[in-house]
């Protein structure tokens, strides 16, 4: 696709890997919304990108379809869906706490299908096509110590992902997936780190505008993104 005429929401775009992609969408020529949680942190990622921002928590539906209906508003339809919106919980399986879980699945799985739900409705009714880039990890490929509640969503991401791309490939709807390694962002709290050896959050922009400018007619079901020689 020509991102010059695309219209692209981007969910948690507020920080990190989302804000990044919002940011070269911007510079490919592309009309941009952005949703975040945080309204100071919406406010002024939107203000810095020119771009629409959206108050949205993607784990509620009420707000899902209010996010959506504020881009048709704004822009008349989107054609782009980076479902981005995620964060960390991480504990040792004898003490995961329940509620914990269950929210980090409320946003990482629950929240990305209702995006994508939203965002599938409103192109099979414009009759029109759709890419969809689900931001996975490479957490979805492999386990590791104290990992159950985050590597559980996104393998099950990766399990959605699939499904979607079988189900909605006869309607013109490209749905994608980027699986990062360790990538330099606030994932877990406080400041990013820095590391002149570790991926950026730039690094997975470019692959994600890679995947959506390939010519219509082919797209790259999943891609996964290590740092040549990490610290």
């Known amino acids: ?35 975040g949680r945080d309204v100071a942190q919406v406010k002024k990622a939107a ?12 784990g509620v539906a009420a707000d899902v379809d209010r996010c959506v209906a504020e881009i048709l508003d704004a822009y008349g339809g989107f054609d782009v869906l980076v479902n981005n919106a ?6 040792p399986l004898a003490d995961i706490d329940l509620e914990s879980f269950q929210e980090l699945l409320q946003t990482n799985l629950v929240g990305a299908m209702l995006v994508a739900q939203a965002s599938v409705r409103h192109f099979l009714a ?10 996975g990890s490479t957490a979805a490929r492999r ?18 992902t699939d499904c979607w791309r079988m189900e909605l490939r006869k309607s013109n709807i490209r749905v994608m997936q980027v699986d990062p390694s360790e ?11 820095v590391s002149e050896r570790k991926l950026r959050p730039a690094e997975i922009a470019h692959a994600i505008c890679a995947m959506l400018t390939m010519d219509d007619r082919g ?9 040549t020689n990490p610290d």
């Open 86 to 91: 995620a964060y960390g919980y991480f504990a």
């Open 47 to 58: 203000e810095e990108l020119d771009c629409l921002g959206i108050r949205a928590d993607v």
């Open 143 to 160: 386990g590791f110590p104290r990992g159950t509640p985050y590597v559980a969503t996104k393998f099950a991401l990766s399990g959605m």
């Open 1 to 35: 696709m020509n991102l010059a005429h695309a219209t692209a929401l981007v969910t948690g775009g507020s920080r990190g890997i989302g804000y990044e992609t919002a940011r070269e969408l911007k510079v490919r020529g592309a009309r941009v919304a952005i949703c």
């Open 126 to 135: 414009e009759g029109k096509k759709g890419h969809i880039v689900n931001v």
């Open 219 to 227: 797209f790259i079901p999943s891609l996964e993104i290590w740092a």
């Open 183 to 193: 990538v330099l962002t606030g994932f877990g709290g406080g400041e990013p780190r």
